[in-house]
């Protein structure tokens, strides 16, 4: 990639809309002449179902409506601020954007808000918005380069995620958790399976050997990602210049200095400041200076 090049902002903000399915009438029951009070009954709760069935299917088609609204709007606001971009409008644009990232935070957008941030010269902003889009789309090569080619603008200390942490981000906490679901119902499956069938308890101990086996690391995979995940405690700089201090107090002497876009790691707070570590020397930042 040509130094001072991004990859483009995208049109489209990764919103939509589900076809409601159609629904089935009820069947009214055969009635005859000389119902029992039972059957009476039974022959008003007939009567009463297509009638409810109708109203649920308006409050559906209400509620759907209301979503294709909601998602329209957001759309709309997607490409208002798409072209506020493509005005040379940055931080308006950024604006635009982050007043949509509250409620409709999608890869697109936070890619784009990245992309305008940078755009602006506020290089911490663009590193967490980046950041937020991998979060949601790790595997993404835009989003990727784009990331890279903001932390390689950033001059002085800062910590980048190590080999660990790169191979666990290479998928969403989700993805992690559907690995680790899996593996646990196969085991609980196979387990019920002995019990209700002991004959295959012999021809299927490999199995759930297997199956425990990979849901124990399947957990530990998880608690790793949950423990190590970067949104935790992995904090970018926002401020232009910010001073790290020996304590957390104005008076205390500096301990070091970190610009915009530095990405360090909390370890501790207090107050409104917040105990960093770029991975060789440890300060207090206050807590305004810095963003997730």
Known sequence: MQPGALRAVRFRAGTGG??????????RPAGGEGMSGKAEKGKQKAEMRPFVAWLGMALLGLLLAAASGEAADANAGFDAANKLYEQGRF???????????????????????????????????????????????????????????????????????????????????????????????????????????????????????????GTLLGLGLLATVVLRAPGRDWLVVTAREAVVRHGPFEESQSAFTVNDGAELRALDRKDAWVRVTDGQRSGWLRGDQVKR
């Open 91 to 213: 931080r308006e644009a950024a604006a635009a954007y982050e007043q949509l990232a509250a409620t409709t935070g999608t890869a697109a957008l936070w890619f784009n808000l990245g992309n305008a941030h940078f755009k602006s010269g506020q290089m911490g902003q663009a590193i967490a918005a980046y950041r937020a889009a991998q979060s949601l789309a790790p595997r993404d090569p835009d989003i990727r380069a784009n990331l890279q080619f903001a932390r390689g603008q950033v001059k002085g200390p800062s910590l980048q995620p190590g080999w660990l942490d790169r191979k666990l981000a290479t998928l969403t906490l989700n993805e992690w958790t559907l690995l680790a679901v899996v593996p646990a119902w196969l085991f609980l499956l196979t387990l019920a399976a002995r019990q209700i069938h002991p004959p295959l308890a012999a021809r299927s101990r490999g199995a759930t050997w297997l199956a425990g086996l």
């Open 18 to 27: 589900t076809a409601a399915p159609a629904g089935k009438r009820l069947a």
